[in-house]
């Protein structure tokens, strides 16, 4: 559930884009692009709504020479700041460099949709020669001396004073990037940190592609009724889907991913055949053979601590942590282990829970991680008589996606019309304008992308095609929400989980942080924000999913367009804590570990055995295996974007629960006045100023850790 936010700060969506995830291929030529043919990908974007993204004129010859131009065209308007015969002034420094690189990020946007969600083996073949590539260039920008004494003196003139506190943060983000990147290190030391961060960029490509080619490629075929036992009809209908697609026809396929996964290991009866598909799933990346990933996670880790140490820092932690709103893994790693302790107890309580019910099955067995999830759902039958089956009827994706416009219409004043005529990279995918329900006037554009497809990754996320600002004009946003729904049979509705439909509202509620931005400069828009501050407001709106408002008006039959029950509604709300002791333990395990892996400094690590001790010495519960192994760590091997941050989405979380408080101690979640104040403090905002305030502006005091407890029902 990761944003991927754009900003003209072009080093920061080229760690971004570096990152990006890419498949194995071997076509490594990028076609010639006729010099006669103009490059589609170079133009501004024509058409409604302020010019929208050609996704229709896209090949993949395009990218290279594209991608090269719009490189040099920007290194041209660098120079031409950073030779500028006139004194530096915020004007001729700051603004002029928030005027570069429009091509590239025009190009780069539509590079990043092909990497994530249009890849074939001849884009991998682009990505693997532009990865470094791009990776240098970034490196270029930030250590270009004069440009940087440049800065440095708008950085500490007495000048800076008189300027507005929106244009102060944005010099103290312009400088400290710059520094944090290396611009203050000698000739030598500057070319060692461009060497690593191409290495880098390589392995980040590696580590992805092992991951994806074993996802892609390995799967279990179930052949027979008795095989399918105590699967439901909807699970049953996707794997026969994905048989299709894997070409192996007359079974039953489930697949290596996450989503495919976890409804087997929920409703197989089948012990021996749970066993078999948990083991495929989380040894992804960790099977000895030319896709393993071990040895390429020891050689990330080293060169990140050389990189630290480089940049002044004791290790890639604090270097990370440093423009963080936790300040220091010191702080991060405080609050991780306040909330270890309980969410452990409370796992052994659910455990306790699971063998009590096997035993009075007469099972015979010990529960094992592999049985987990499978006996989650019968004590959640037990306990609550909840079944998710039972709530799933009501969940359709369409009125779903109508429950999230409309409440975006109740909090932020917002309409949502089809706009069926922008271009589209997949016919799949569909486009909504936004405006202002009283004015009319243009918020955005909002791209839905629902559908799983070959080329496409996993999980759901959002994305920024372009972001809002005011110093090229008056430039609205286009923003994205994407997720990987096994499409339904045609002319039927698309029924989802309880759990997919709140990352629904997840990644929605960044989608809002993009579109209500209000600000001037485009490096601070949006969701351009500190990454463990960035997944509150998206935490934040998985809260109106349970709202009765919702509930009554989109989850609705989809046979008998009868609203859901009440006592189902209830059985819900009671059934909320339910579970997140094995929640929160499986990912604060990973984000305790990502944490810890990167405060060793340059001692070389073997991550398997890492893993084992670390996880030891936690006293991690036998019953439960890391959210992410090390080994498909996405997260923190595929780019930098999360390494020494998996915790951002506790710290969130924190803020979040204490944030929803305002609602509840008001007048509800529909409640106009704090959802203006949410609008004006936070959502609006960007990184115009530090979050820490921009928190205390909407809440009157810095978050409490309290409601965390409380939501998660632990006791603290
Ligand atoms: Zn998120």
């Known amino acids: 559930m990761r944003t991927l936010s754009k900003s003209s700060l072009t080093l920061l969506i080229l760690t971004i884009l570096a990152g990006l995830l890419t498949q194995p291929g071997n076509n490594s030529s990028a076609a010639n692009n006729s010099a006669a043919e103009p490059n589609p990908l170079l133009a501004t974007w024509q058409g409604p709504f302020g010019g929208v993204p050609p996704f229709d004129k896209v090949k993949v010859e395009y990218f290279k020479p594209a991608l090269e131009s719009a490189m040099a065209e920007n290194l041209t308007e660098i120079d031409k700041i950073a030779k500028d015969p006139a004194p530096p002034t915020f004007d001729n420094t ?42 240098a260039f970034s490196d270029q ?28 943060r944005l010099v103290w983000l312009y400088y400290t990037n710059f520094v944090r990147s290396g611009a203050k290190l000698d000739a030598k030391a500057k070319a060692r940190l461009t060497e690593i961060n191409q290495q880098l960029a390589g392995l980040f ?17 179930l052949k027979s009724e008795d095989e399918l036992k105590g699967l439901p009809q909807s699970v049953r209908d996707a794997e026969a889907a994905s048989a299709v697609v894997k070409k192996q026809p007359g079974t039953w396929v489930v697949m290596n991913t996450r989503s495919s996964v976890e409804p087997f290991l929920t409703y197989s009866d089948r012990r021996d055949l749970r066993e078999k598909v948990w083991r495929m799933f989380i040894m992804r990346g960790d099977n000895g ?15 990140r601590a050389e990189r630290a140490k480089l940049l002044g820092y004791p290790t890639h932690a604090h270097w990370r942590l440093e423009n963080a709103m936790a300040k220091t893994p010191g702080r991060a790693m405080e609050l991780m282990m306040q909330v270890w302790k309980p969410a452990v107890a409370r796992v052994h309580e659910e455990v306790g829970d699971m063998q009590a019910l096997a035993d009075k099955e007469g099972a015979g067995i010990k529960i094992e991680p592999w049985d987990y999830r499978y006996y989650m759902e019968k004590v959640r039958k037990a306990k609550y008589d909840l079944d998710q089956n039972e709530v799933k009827p009501y969940l359709q994706l369409d009125k779903l996606r ?80 994407n997720a990987n729904f096994v499409k339904g049979k045609p002319g039927e509705p698309l029924l989802i989980s309880w759990d997919d439909a709140t990352t629904m509202f997840h990644e929605f509620g960044h989608a809002l ?51 859901i029950p009440r006592d189902l509604v209830d059985k ?50 036998h019953e439960i295996v890391l959210r992410h192994r090390l080994p498909q760590f996405l997260h923190v091997f595929s780019s ?77």
């Open 640 to 716: 930098d974007g999360y390494s020494a941050g998996y915790y951002s989405y506790l710290w969130a979380d924190v803020i979040t629960a204490d944030a929803f408080g305002a609602f509840s101690e008001a007048g509800g979640p529909y409640d106009k006045k704090v959802a203006e104040r949410l609008r004006k403090e936070i959502f609006s905002v960007g990184n115009t100023l530090d979050p820490a305030d921009a928190y205390r502006n909407f809440r009157g005091r810095d978050p409490r850790v309290e409601a965390l407890m409380k939501k998660r029902g632990f006791s603290s």
């Open 289 to 303: 053979d030319e896709h393993d990933n071990n040895s390429t996670i020891t050689e990330i880790l080293q060169l």
């Open 141 to 168: 920008i930030t250590q270009n001396e004069l440009l940087f004494k440049r800065l440095e003196t708008v950085y500490n003139s007495p000048d800076k004073k008189k300027l507005t506190p929106e244009q102060q």
């Open 513 to 563: 942080h993009g579109l209500n931005s209000n600000v001037t400069y485009p490096s601070l828009s949006g969701t351009s924000v500190a990454r463990d501050y960035v997944e509150f407001p998206s935490q934040l709106m998985e809260h109106w999913l349970s709202t009765p408002e919702v509930l009554q008006k989109f989850a609705v039959h989809y046979q008998t367009g009868k609203p």
């Open 402 to 481: 109508e429950a999230i416009h409309w409440v975006a219409g109740e909090l932020f004043n917002f309409k949502f019309t089809p706009a069926p005529n922008v271009p589209v990279a997949h016919p799949d995918i569909k486009v909504w304008q936004v405006t202002d329900k009283t004015t009319g006037k243009l918020i955005g554009l909002w791209f839905f992308d629902p559908y799983a497809r070959a080329g496409k990754r996993s999980g759901a996320w959002m994305n920024a095609y372009r972001s809002q600002e005011r110093v090229n004009g008056e430039i609205t946003t286009i923003v994205s929400n």
């Open 205 to 221: 490509t590696k580590f992805s592609n092992n991951v994806l080619f074993e996802e892609d490629n390995e799967f279990i075929a």
């Open 572 to 621: 819900i709300e009671r059934s909320k804590t339910f579970n997140q002791g094995f929640a929160t333990v499986e990912y604060l395990a990973a984000a305790i570990l990502d944490m810890k892996l990167h405060l060793l400094g340059d001692k070389k690590i073997d991550a398997r055995t890492f893993e084992k001790e670390a996880l030891a010495e936690l006293g991690m519960p």
């Open 94 to 135: 700051i603004v002029a460099m928030e005027k570069t690189g429009q091509t590239l990020d025009r190009v780069s946007t539509i590079y990043g949709v092909w990497s994530s969600t249009m890849s074939t083996p001849d884009f991998q073949g682009v990505q693997r020669e532009m990865a470094p590539k791009l990776a």
